[in-house]
């Protein structure tokens, strides 16, 4: 049955692409902000050209048994660039998959008019064109979940990086706030991110200030205890700040120990710190 696809396809021509497209840009899913007619139009026609193609390369009965095969590569490389493109951009689920869905109409429109008159042959050939849509639509939602995942883990790396900022406070004194949870993939990344910029600014005191962590629970004291005996090794001394009355308090319930870590309860505290092991001293002068 696919010779008979490929048969009304062919014959379909434009008219079946502009139907579709008109299908496409008038859906109240159509996000006119990311998509010009125009490009609906282009990526419209590329699909069913691709499709065309790889129905005659198949020369398959069951679409659906040979979709993975070597004929249906450049239809699983268009679709993987076009939906890729599209998670990228922002689109959401419904809009993706309304890609594929809104195609069944003109496409069944099309077997009705070239073989009503043999409704044997038309059901079969409906039958192939819903199982082969029906596999295309799981591909496309396989490349989108990928592509969103992909997205998310890059935003994820991204913030890390954003939410891991060292500060240099003075010549030799490196500072790091700390804001939200700590967990064990964060602390790694503030870990890695304190002890590079300690060996590239050649610091010999890190401020590590957790004003804006909400809680410390005995796993974030020991991530914390293990960064600052990472930076010991390296020749820098750490202090804490920023450790709230209700933060000391939890820690002394819970029996947390930081054992020899310098501590203060304000940055400003752990900043006359880090002056005094650099030999400075904060002063103030008077007024003329």
């Not at 493109?85 to 008019?113: H, M, N, T, W």
């Not at 020991?222 to 020749?235: K, Y």
């Amino acid at each position: 049955m696919t010779s008979v696809l490929v048969e009304v396809l062919n014959g379909a021509g434009e008219e079946l692409v502009d139907r579709w497209v008109s299908l496409q840009t008038e859906s109240v899913l159509f996000r006119a902000d990311l998509l010009a007619p125009e490009q609906v139009r282009e990526e419209s026609s590329a699909f069913v050209s691709q499709l065309c193609e790889s129905l005659e390369r198949s020369g398959a009965v069951d679409p659906e048994a040979t979709l993975d095969g070597e004929p249906w590569e450049g239809m699983r490389a268009f679709l993987a660039a076009l939906f890729r493109s599209r998670a990228q951009r922002g689109f959401e689920p419904d809009e993706v998959a309304e890609f594929l869905l809104l195609f069944k109409l003109p496409l069944f429109e099309a077997l009705q008019k070239e073989l009503g008159e043999d409704p044997a042959k038309l059901v079969d050939a409906v039958w192939d064109a819903t199982r082969l849509m029906d596999r295309l639509g799981l591909y496309t939602t396989q490349v989108y979940a990928r592509a969103k995942e992909e997205v998310i883990a890059r935003q994820r790396e991204e913030l890390l990086e954003l939410s891991t900022p060292v500060v240099t406070l003075w010549e030799g004194i490196l500072a790091l706030p700390l804001i939200g949870t700590l967990d064990s993939q964060r602390t790694q990344q503030v870990m890695e991110v304190l002890l590079q910029e300690i060996v590239d600014q050649e610091a010999s005191v890190a401020i590590l200030d957790i004003t804006g962590v909400p809680t410390v629970d005995s796993a974030t004291a020991q991530h914390l205890v293990r960064t600052m005996r990472a930076a010991r090794l390296i020749g820098a001394e750490c202090i804490i700040s920023g450790i709230r009355p209700q933060i000391a308090q939890t820690m002394v319930t819970l029996g947390i120990d930081l054992g020899q870590v310098e501590s203060r309860s304000t940055m400003a505290g752990a900043l006359r710190v880090a002056f005094s092991r650099r030999g400075r001293k904060v002063v103030a002068t008077g007024e003329a």
